[in-house]
Nanobody
Framework: RVQLMESGGGSVQAGGSLRLSCATS????????VGWFRQAPGLEREGVAV???????SYGDKVKGRFTISKDDAKSTLYLEMTNLKPEDTAMYYC???????????????????WGQGTQVTVST
């Protein structure tokens, strides 16, 4: 079965950086889309970034230019490099996967994809 295990979260000051990792198993990693979404308390889920199975990358508007998504196919691992972090980036970050996955799919309340347990990112002023 699909397993997704996020790590790398923590507490940083505004302007700092973090690198999240997501170790995966149970599905053909190179043939699926993989991505990240986040959710802060009291707010709706927000799609952050996604890599299609053909390597096409998309970002949510709020993180463009600051976050970089990448993956290591040999390790079936997904990454999210986050720089110039802002307090509004504070949230639980989840990795997600499905044959077809988009930023809009990961935004809001709809499902239709698998995700992990999440890793907390806290950015202080």
């Amino acid at each position: 079965r699909v397993q997704l295990m996020e790590s790398g979260g923590g507490s940083v000051q505004a302007g700092g950086s973090l690198r999240l990792s997501c170790a995966t198993s149970g599905f053909p990693f190179t043939r699926y889309c993989v991505g990240w979404f986040r959710q802060a308390p009291g707010l709706e889920r927000e799609g952050v970034a996604v890599i299609d199975s053909d390597g096409t990358i998309s970002y949510g508007d709020k993180v463009k230019g600051r976050f970089t998504i990448s993956k290591d196919d040999a390790k079936s691992t997904l990454y999210l490099e986050m720089t110039n972090l802002k307090p509004e980036d504070t949230a639980m970050y989840y990795c997600a996967t499905e044959v077809h996955l988009t930023i809009p799919m990961m935004t809001g309340r709809s499902g239709g994809f698998d995700w992990g347990q999440g890793t907390q990112v806290t950015v202080s002023t």
